[in-house]
């Protein structure tokens, strides 16, 4: 009986165990490499675009300021219901974006940043989050395909 007990003890101990996100492989460089490219139009024309694309991909345009080149937008807050009936746990996901767009050597360079945010609140005022850094090179390929034909039409305005 009393290895039963044990057992149980250290199933539950085990399982109670927090783990944590694995740690990316990749990079500075080759992050930095994933989230960047380079256009052949102004400034003028690839700013509007990438607003443009954040806006056609559902986020909410926070702020931009064309003169440093800074865009943060915020996707709509994802709500787990289900968890917060039975368990009276709050969990809300978002999807934070921005992008950086600077003119070198007569290009216009755009680099984005995806960061996805959970944030869990429990009773009693206790609340926890986590951000997340979005590494995945087929959400920013597809983003980065998706300015590039904003810029396209802009241009042949």
């Given at each position: 009986?009393?290895?039963?007990?044990?057992?149980?003890?250290?199933?539950?101990?085990?399982?109670?165990?927090?783990?944590?996100?694995?740690?990316?492989?990749?990079t500075?460089?080759?992050?930095?490499?994933?989230?960047?490219?380079?256009?052949?139009?102004?400034?003028?024309?690839?700013?509007?675009?990438?607003?443009?694309?954040?806006q056609?991909?559902?986020?909410?345009?926070?702020?931009?300021?064309?003169?440093?080149?800074?865009?943060?937008?915020?996707?709509p807050?994802?709500?787990?219901?289900?968890?917060?009936?039975?368990?009276?746990?709050s969990?809300?996901?978002?999807?934070?974006?921005?992008?950086?767009?600077?003119?070198?050597?007569?290009?216009?360079?755009?680099?984005?940043?995806?960061?996805?945010?959970?944030?869990?609140s429990?009773?009693?005022?206790?609340?926890?989050?986590?951000?997340?850094?979005?590494?995945?090179?087929?959400?920013?390929?597809?983003?980065?395909?998706?300015i590039?034909?904003?810029?396209?039409?802009?241009?042949?305005?």
């Open positions: 009986m009393r290895n039963k007990f044990f057992v149980l003890a250290l199933v539950l101990f085990l399982g109670a165990c927090a783990t944590t996100e694995p740690v990316s492989t990749m500075p460089l080759e992050i930095q490499s994933m989230q960047t490219r380079e256009f052949g139009q102004s400034k003028n024309v690839v700013f509007p675009s990438v607003m443009s694309v954040f056609d991909l559902g986020y909410v345009v926070k702020s931009a300021d064309k003169d440093t080149g800074l865009i943060t937008a915020e996707s807050a994802k709500s787990n219901q289900a968890m917060k009936f039975w368990l009276g746990v969990d809300v996901s978002q999807t934070s974006a921005t992008a950086f767009i600077e003119t070198i050597n007569k290009k216009t360079n755009v680099r984005l940043n995806f960061v996805t945010s959970s944030k869990q429990y009773g009693y005022g206790q609340s926890d989050r986590q951000d997340t850094p979005v590494l995945d090179a087929e959400i920013y390929q597809n983003a980065f395909e998706k590039e034909n904003a810029i396209f039409v802009r241009a042949s305005r």
